[in-house]
T-cell receptor, first 114, second 113 residues
Framework: KAGVTQTPRYLIKTRGQQVTLSCSPI?????VSWYQQTPGQGLQFLFE???????NKGNFPGRFSGRQFSNSRSEMNVSTLELGDSALYLC?????????????FGPGTRLTVL | AQTVTQSQPEMSVQEAETVTLSCTYD???????LFWYKQPPSRQMILVIR??????QNATENRFSVNFQKAAKSFSLKISDSQLGDAAMYFC??????????FGTGTRLQVTL
């Protein structure tokens, strides 16, 4: 069974631009969560989607948004990029929503904002 | 709100020896889960072990085991017979009724010959 895939793996953007990252969960998984990892702030939860609906949201500005499609694939969008948005963005999928469902992580997308 | 504290930024262990990584947490939820994740240089987060808070028995996965002290809100990871492949960043995490994981700052484990 294929794991969680994220595209692109690496991305370079300039300040003010916007970016869209994609995550394909493991087949059959319906919950997708996104995390941001930076040296300064560590790993922080962005949001979780289940059945095409955002179920939880972390403490990030409205420039960060996401969505989930009917096939459970998810995208996250960051508008008006800032230097501080440079990070590794990790996606995780699980069968269902809820803490007792193991989350499987993808390899991440490394975003660099110049 | 949930918080996780890992007070050891770096640890070192010799191959075949045992090492313990520390973690303390705080949560207002009565039902929660605790995890240890491993992140090697490839950056792929890998689940090492999980513990349901309602279970008194400490979880074990092959060479990995935990010491869960609920009253002290402590959740340490013991790695026995350390191997070179165990070298990585280790993150302690907690989650409540939702899927949101709250992570600690991580412990970098070096394994030496």
């Amino acid at each position: 069974k294929a794991g969680v895939t994220q595209t692109p793996r690496y991305l370079i953007k300039t300040r003010g631009q916007q970016v869209t990252l994609s995550c394909s969960p493991i087949s059959g998984h319906r919950s997708v969560s996104w995390y941001q990892q930076t040296p300064g702030q560590g790993l922080q939860f962005l949001f979780e989607y289940f059945s095409e609906t955002q179920r939880n949201k972390g403490n990030f500005p409205g420039r960060f948004s996401g969505r989930q499609f009917s096939n459970s694939r998810s995208e996250m969008n960051v508008s008006t990029l800032e230097l501080g948005d440079s990070a590794l963005y990790l996606c995780a999928s699980s069968l269902r929503q809820g803490a007792n469902n193991e989350q499987f992580f993808g390899p991440g997308t490394r975003l660099t904002v110049l | 709100a949930q918080t996780v504290t890992q007070s050891q930024p770096e640890m070192s262990v010799q191959e075949a020896e045992t090492v313990t990584l520390s973690c303390t947490y705080d949560t207002s939820e009565s039902d929660y889960y605790l995890f240890w994740y491993k992140q090697p240089p490839s950056r792929q987060m890998i689940l090492v072990i999980r513990q349901e808070a309602y279970k008194q028995q400490n979880a074990t996965e092959n060479r990995f085991s935990v010491n869960f002290q609920k009253a002290a809100k402590s959740f340490s990871l013991k790695i026995s017979d350390s191997q070179l492949g165990d070298a990585a960043m280790y993150f302690c995490a907690v989650t409540g009724t939702a899927s949101k994981l709250t992570f600690g700052t991580g412990t970098r484990l070096q394994v030496t010959l």
